[in-house]
């Protein structure tokens, strides 16, 4: 059974830096992909970043160069490290993971997500 465990979410100032883990464990991961999503009050979960077992990564709209993915394959843990903070951040960030074989997906799993609150 897949379980992904969030740590990292908090509050912190306008202008401050968070740094998100989801550790996953209960299965295979070394062809999946790893990434985070989060869902503001009053709106749609969005993406904000994913990245392959491969280290391919993409980034939601505008967060790239203020959000950095990453993953330790042999933790099987994914990170992000989000700078520059606003109060436009404020949102429960999810913990995704897709797992494949191939084209075949075997699975979309989800974190109880963490929450961050960025004060003005």
């Known amino acids: 059974q897949v379980q992904l465990v969030e740590s990292g979410g908090g509050l912190v100032q306008a202008g401050g830096s968070l740094r998100l883990s989801c550790a996953a464990s209960g299965s295979d991961f070394s062809r999946s992909v790893m990434g985070w999503y989060r869902q503001a009050p009053g709106k749609q979960r969005e993406l904000v970043a994913t990245i392959t077992s491969g280290g391919y990564t993409n980034y939601g709209n505008s967060l790239k160069g203020r959000f950095t993915i990453s993953r330790d394959n042999a933790k099987n843990t994914v990170y992000l490290q989000m700078n520059s903070l606003s109060p436009e951040d404020t949102a429960v960030y999810y913990c995704?993971?897709?797992?494949?074989?191939?084209?075949?997906?075997?699975?979309?799993?989800w974190g109880q997500g963490t929450q961050v609150t960025v004060s003005s």
């Open positions: 995704n993971v897709a797992l494949y074989s191939g084209s075949l997906s075997l699975g979309n799993y």
